[in-house]
T-cell receptor, first 108, second 114 residues
């Protein structure tokens, strides 16, 4: 059964790098993997998107191995304001499916 | 303007009421979405409109009725809801409905069914 899975929670300290891995075991050849950030009582906000290998923007990097069955979001040097829920969105069996979300807590 | 607006922000309705949620975007996006999000859960896709036509209905009960009057507006009509329908309803839009397009989300409507 195709499913998008990610860890439930991660703790970190300010200035550290946080890596969150998402598994999407049945993604189609042409599909992209997208990551969103969500704060309480707000809608999700786009972070980064990729198709293969590595993508980097001003806030994050996304690593996708050749088999595309997983992807890793990397947040460099997190701050307290990065405390949020992070969702992986990947089509599984051609159906858009959010992972369960990873709650990242950044401590001083 | 990269904003998706949703009204109302909060809505309380009884099980016999009829109400509507509204969503608007002015980014020229041709795909619009409704999601339902329960507390501490991910958003669940309900409907997708592509070029103002319903392209995906994720087996949503008929008490939820979507409508796309034009390319900028998306409505969700609610009728005879159940208490378990209480949730945050999120609207999103994107340039297209393929996974290569990022979605822009509104702030949501917090719905409580009594």
């Amino acid at each position: 059964l195709a499913k998008t899975t990610q860890p439930i929670s991660m703790d970190s300290y300010e200035g550290q790098e946080v890596n969150i891995t998402c598994s999407h075991n049945n993604i189609a050849t042409n599909d992209y993997i997208t990551w969103y950030q969500q704060f309480p009582s707000q809608g999700p906000r786009f972070i980064i998107q990729g198709y293969k290998t590595k993508v980097t923007n001003e806030v994050a990097s996304l690593f996708i191995p050749a088999d595309r069955k997983s992807s890793t979001l990397s947040l460099p040097r997190v701050s307290l304001s990065d405390t949020a829920v992070y969702y992986c969105l990947a089509p599984n069996d051609y159906k858009l499916s959010f992972g369960a979300g990873t709650t990242v807590t950044v401590r001083a | 303007d990269t904003e998706v607006t949703q009204t109302p922000k909060h809505l309380v309705m009884g099980m016999t009421n009829k109400k509507s949620l509204k969503c608007e975007q002015h980014m020229g996006h041709r795909a619009m979405y409704w999601y339902k999000q329960k507390a501490k859960k991910p958003p669940e896709l309900m409907f997708v409109y592509s070029y103002e036509k319903l392209s995906i209905n994720e087996s949503v009960p008929s008490r939820f009725s979507p409508e796309c009057p034009n390319s900028s507006l998306l409505n969700l009509h609610l009728h005879a809801l159940q208490p378990e329908d209480s949730a945050l309803y999120l609207c999103a839009s994107s340039q297209g409905s393929a996974s290569s397009y990022e979605q822009y989300f509104g702030p949501g409507t917090r719905l409580t069914v009594t």
